[in-house]
């Protein structure tokens, strides 16, 4: 395929060569490489019969893909409106070993989900256990969604989180998420129900993650019809494994844009704690609306940037994004001391960073930046709207806070990937804009605004 004649194909965010891609499902660093695996369907660009896709890199922005590592071959995961689901992967002893829900269909239409396992002595073949499915079914009939399992290390012993719906996803259910506890990583025995909800949280969790910051815990996962749609969102607690109790301290959104779904850290040698996330989320399914054609491009679905977490001040999580990004970018362009009530075009292109910085203490301060038609960037004092526009119709609104005093906008357009943010800690917003045309980014000031510096860099 020829890449260099691609509008949408972004180049700083993972994409698959062909076909669709849904969730990160494992990104480690192993035997020399990073190998990242994914919800994967070669065949054609809309989701189904899903297989691990598998591609591999050396700087976390070239990827090289490198085959099927799941195929959905096995009766307890073969169906082309099931597969192997979405899960993780952990090291041991020098071998790799892959989590994942079989998902089936029963000529009834039941849906059959369980928790299996796969291993790996070089990243690139897998093994399914001929002991699956690990855990064949939920702890309790009630539940039907189960699937999602993330499996950590903690000192000597294992877990695994499923995330599961008592009632059912799409039946009004309740979100639930389930402990396991192993020592040996084929022997599950259920501990306890963490996270359980009246059902207003989302009808179902999936893609729980569990991780340490500091002297807490963090989970978090991607609820099916929460009031806001479809988001990442997380809590920040203490976890006492021995009961499974949950006390959270906290919560948030990991992005407040439309794109970032089924989230998910990786603890990577050389940067620590990265999250990633499926850019997208479900009104992406062509059922639901099927716009954003980049199918006529081969590949549908792209990756976030990786971020490296952390906990803030107030306890918050934070993300920062790994700096790998900024290595593609020259041509440096700086204006400086704009005045009040200007009108600029700035650039038409659609593969740029560009950088406001300015000072959000004036009364009255006013900026706006626009992105074609597409996104409008309104900042009103310290608190920033975004607002998406799909065909000229408002599709998505986020706010986003600025900093107290000297302040940054900041806009990272990587083709169809757009990223806005304003803290390089928690304020975020990802967007999949499809251009039809290069960008034009225009921006005006209102009358008491000083935007002290604009500076904007082209990829090379
Ligand atoms: C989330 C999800 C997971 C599931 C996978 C199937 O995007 O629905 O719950 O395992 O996608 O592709």
């Known amino acids: 395929m020829r890449r260099e004649h691609q509008t949408y194909r972004p180049e700083l965010h993972f994409t698959p060569e062909k076909g669709w891609i849904n969730d990160p499902n494992g990104l480690v660093y192993f035997k020399g490489r990073y190998h990242l695996y994914y919800q994967y369907n070669p065949h054609h ?24 590592a799941l195929y959905p071959d096995m009766p307890y995961d073969g169906h082309p409106e099931g597969g192997c689901f979405s899960g993780s992967v952990l090291e041991k002893d020098g071998r790799l070993y892959a989590f994942y829900t079989g998902s089936i269909k029963k000529p009834d239409g039941t849906v059959v989900q369980s928790q299996c396992i796969a291993w790996s002595e070089d990243g690139y073949h897998f093994e399914k256990s001929p002991h699956n499915p690990i855990i064949p079914c ?20 294992y877990y695994m989180l499923v995330g ?42 999936e893609c729980p993650d569990l991780f340490p910051l500091g002297d807490k815990w963090v989970i978090s996962f991607s609820p099916m019809y929460h009031e806001k749609m479809h988001q990442a969102i997380y809590f920040v607690g ?50 639901f609306c099927g716009w954003g054609d980049t199918v006529q491009e081969g590949w549908r679905g792209n990756l976030s940037i990786p971020r490296v977490l952390g906990l803030t001040s107030t306890g918050a999580l ?39 910085e300015l000072n959000t203490g004036a009364a009255g301060s006013r900026v706006q930046v626009t992105l074609g038609a597409a996104l409008s960037i309104d900042a009103n004092g310290r608190e920033v709207t975004v607002t998406r526009f799909v065909e000229g119709v408002k599709n998505h609104q986020a706010s986003l806070m600025l900093s107290p005093g000297k302040a940054a906008i900041h806009i990272l357009c990587d083709r169809s990937c757009v990223t806005v943010w ?18 034009s980014l225009k921006l005006s000031t209102g009358k008491n605004t000083t935007v002290d510096k604009l500076q904007i860099m082209y990829m090379g």
């Open 45 to 68: 660009c809309n989701w189904d019969s899903m297989h691990w896709g598998h591609s591999v890199s050396t700087d976390l922005v070239s990827w090289e893909y490198a085959g099927i």
């Open 138 to 157: 939920p702890p309790m009939d009630s539940v039907t969604d189960f699937r999602d399992p993330k499996v950590i290390r903690v000192a000597d012993n």
């Open 164 to 205: 599961a719906s008592e009632g059912g996803a799409d039946h009004g259910g309740k979100g639930r998420l389930f402990l396991y506890g192993s020592r040996d990583l084929e022997n599950w025995e259920y501990i306890g129900c963490p996270i359980a909800t009246d059902g207003s949280l989302g009808t179902m969790f």
């Open 238 to 287: 203490d976890m006492d494994f021995s009961s499974a109790r949950f006390t959270p301290v906290y919560s948030g959104q990991l992005d407040l844009g439309p794109d970032y779904y089924a989230a998910q850290s990786y603890h990577l040698p050389e940067h620590g704690l990265v999250s990633i996330a499926w850019r997208n989320a479900w009104q992406w399914m062509p059922w």
């Open 318 to 356: 934070s993300g920062k994004l790994l700096p790998l990004w900024e290595k593609p970018f020259n041509q440096e362009q700086c204006l400086l001391n704009l005045r009040p009530e200007q009108e600029l075009l700035i650039t038409e292109t659609n593969r740029f960073y560009c950088k406001l």
């Open 422 to 439: 304003t803290q390089e800690e928690t304020q975020y917003a990802s967007y999949n804009i499809f251009p039809q045309e290069p960008f």
